[in-house]
């Protein structure tokens, strides 16, 4: 089972698991909220290696932590006590994301005009760019194909 991370504004990690999503997107500097809605104990693991990397003990019923990270990176977050817990916090100097829903959708409503760099990224099968321009009031579909290795 995977860690959920879910956000929006205030960004959460819950340790309940029960969606499909266990990655976390938010900007640099924004704070992520970290409770524990289990009876029992987590060990909350961010393996940053840019950032301050921590680990931090939440048993049940104790209040929520905040944490926001300064500089851009992909972290892998873990449980130390549950080795099938684990996710991603993706840290962005851009306020222009989005993580896929079910089906692989996305949508990136309220970019501006301009030139840009679009870049998908998945845990397994890595990155992939494309360069793209949006003038005024367009909508654009832009698709990635990513190849399940063998
Ligand atoms: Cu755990």
């Known amino acids: 089972m995977p860690l959920l991370l879910q956000g ?10 029960t969606t499909t999503t266990h990655i976390l997107a938010v900007r ?17 693991h ?3 290696k840019v950032n301050r990397e921590w680990n ?24 130390n006590i549950h080795p099938w817990m684990h996710g991603y916090i993706v840290v962005l100097n851009t306020s222009h994301f989005a993580v896929t829903g079910e089906g692989g959708n996305f949508s990136l409503p309220d970019l501006p005009p301009g030139r840009y760099v679009l870049t998908a990224w998945h845990e397994t099968f890595g ?7 949006i003038a005024g009031d367009e909508s654009q579909t832009i698709d990635f194909v990513f190849q399940a290795k063998p």
């Not at 990155?127 to 321009?133: A, C, D, G, L, V």
């Open 46 to 48: 961010p393996l940053a």
């Open 127 to 133: 990155t992939q760019s494309r360069e793209i321009t």
């Open 8 to 17: 929006t504004q205030q960004a959460l990690i819950n340790k309940i698991v």
């Open 56 to 79: 931090k003990m939440q048993l049940p019923n104790t209040p929520s932590f905040s944490y926001a990270y300064d500089k851009a990176e992909f972290i892998p977050i873990k449980c």
């Open 28 to 44: 640099t500097g924004q704070e992520i909220k970290i409770s524990n809605r289990d009876p029992f104990a987590h060990n909350i």
